[in-house]
């Protein structure tokens, strides 16, 4: 889903001419059904078919949460990596698709092979393409929105997240009715793959004017670690910025907690039959 990534300040500022530029409505509507595509994998694959494949198979629940920590860890060091390349060269659409395309082809593997720690490998590297992929999505919101409408833009990326999330679930639990969870990972990548397509038709780069020092940089690791470094620095600038960052690293570190164990939670603890633990993902994305 549409989130905010750690971009360099200078990254998205528009000239004034900018605001009243107009964008293609295609555009705009092809990257926010990005957010409907993403989020089917998020609901079918980490909320609901996974932790139960796992659960199916016999394994306990540190078979499917330390994969998952494991993924997001390594996403967390290398996520400020990548928006520093992204804010640089100012080409995020090649590694938008390219990281989609690995999420949604591991995504296949998972429902093809059969041996458990097979699809646990899968499992970890079409989530570091999934959560990698959108720190460039989202340095994509100021080719399709300008400073008079991007807050309405990113927010109708996220209520079509939503949507995303209640009609992926709805459709694949109908798709395999009460056979294997692993079967629920092939129409995963399919939808993911459709929904996907028109953003990577039709959403094209769009070159902000950044700092010039930044940007005659030689791009290096060196180089994004010191983008990285004036960032955090810059963070100075704007009182209570610093403090937001930390307080929603742990606000989502819960969030993603819940999401991970909630279809687990709700069988093991509460006691739902298998129709109801694949309802209740979609009722907290709902909410």
Do not use: H
């Amino acid at each position: 889903m549409a989130t905010t990534s750690a971009v360099e300040p200078q990254a998205i500022i528009l000239e004034a001419r900018d605001i009243g530029e107009r964008i293609s409505p295609l555009a705009v509507w092809s990257w926010v059904f990005y957010d409907f595509a993403n989020t089917i994998f998020s609901i079918n694959v980490v909320s609901t078919y996974f932790p139960l494949l796992v659960k199916e198979r016999g394994q306990n629940d540190a078979v499917y949460a330390y994969p998952m920590s494991a993924a997001l860890l390594f996403v967390a060091l290398l996520m400020p990596v990548l928006g520093a390349m992204s804010d640089r060269n100012g080409r995020r659409m090649p590694w938008l698709i390219s990281l989609t395309l690995l999420c949604i082809a591991m995504t296949g593997v998972m429902g093809l092979v059969s041996d458990l720690w097979l699809v646990i490998g899968a499992f970890v590297i079409a989530s570091i393409g999934y959560q990698t992929a959108l720190v460039f999505y989202d340095a994509l919101l100021p080719s399709v929105s300008t400073m008079l409408n991007w807050g309405k833009v990113s927010g109708l990326g996220v209520g079509l997240g939503y949507a995303g999330a209640l009609a992926g679930l709805t459709a694949v639990t109908y798709l395999i009715g009460d056979n294997s969870s692993q079967e629920a990972f092939l129409p995963t990548a399919l939808l993911f793959l459709i929904f996907a397509i028109p953003c990577f038709l039709f959403v094209r780069d769009k070159r902000l004017n950044v700092d010039r020092k930044v940007s005659s940089d030689s791009i290096s690791w060196r180089g994004y670690a010191t983008q990285l470094w004036r960032t955090l620095q810059d963070t100075r600038r704007v009182p209570g910025l610093f403090t937001f960052l930390v307080a929603n690293f742990f606000y989502s570190d819960a969030l993603n907690t819940v999401i991970i164990a909630m279809s687990i939670y709700s069988t093991e603890v509460i006691g739902f039959d298998r129709p109801l633990t694949v309802l209740a993902p979609a009722i907290v994305a709902a909410v």
